[in-house]
């Protein structure tokens, strides 16, 4: 179960990445278009008005799956910005049980997030919502992307408490006290 779970973390973190490279494939074409253009209109007086449709929609779509999609895999690695500095000083049955909580309180804030997203894919879907620029394209798909990563991330905190109930500890919630991390130059 365990390599199955890192496996669908890996996943959704790897389709983050893709979408990263969509953005910079789309950005980086429509600079070139727009360069092609200016030269075009310095040198010979023309403009050929090249354009990649809704270019900005699809790169903010591409940034919300990105974002979505690495939720789960940044919460198992400990990469989430976390406020340590009371939770350094507790003792290790207080961290406990303090983790614990958290992790449940990431549960259901997850939950409620995945339920929400879900059943606005499903209204959009159902109502026939489109995007509003030259590309009308239906706002259910994006949002069924940043649905799947509110999923995966519920699945990750689900993960997580389970692990806290379990063993009394995690891997996504480790404490890492600055002063034992030491200078990198060593």
Not at 119 to 148: H, K, M, Y
């Amino acid at each position: 179960m365990r390599k199955s779970l890192d496996f669908l973390y890996k996943l959704s973190g790897a389709g983050a990445a893709l979408s990263l490279l969509v953005i910079v494939i789309i950005l980086f074409g429509q600079v070139t278009f727009n360069i092609i253009d200016y030269v075009a209109h310095a040198l010979f007086d023309k403009r050929f008005g090249l354009l990649i449709p809704s270019y900005a929609q699809f790169s903010g779509y591409a940034l919300g799956l990105a974002t979505f999609l690495s939720l789960a895999i940044a919460l198992r690695h400990h990469s989430h910005i976390r406020v340590t500095l009371l939770e350094m000083r507790f003792k290790a049955t207080l961290r406990r049980w303090t983790h614990t909580v958290v992790a449940l309180l990431g549960v259901a804030i997850a939950l409620l997030i995945s339920y929400s997203l879900i059943e606005l894919t499903f209204d959009s879907w159902q109502w026939n919502s489109t995007a509003t620029g030259l590309v009308r394209l239906p706002l259910w798909i994006p949002q069924a992307g940043l649905a799947l990563g509110s999923v995966i991330f519920s699945i990750a905190c689900i993960d997580t408490f389970i692990e806290m109930i379990r063993y009394g500890r995690s891997d996504a919630l480790v404490t890492i006290d600055p002063v034992d991390v030491g200078d990198s130059n060593d």
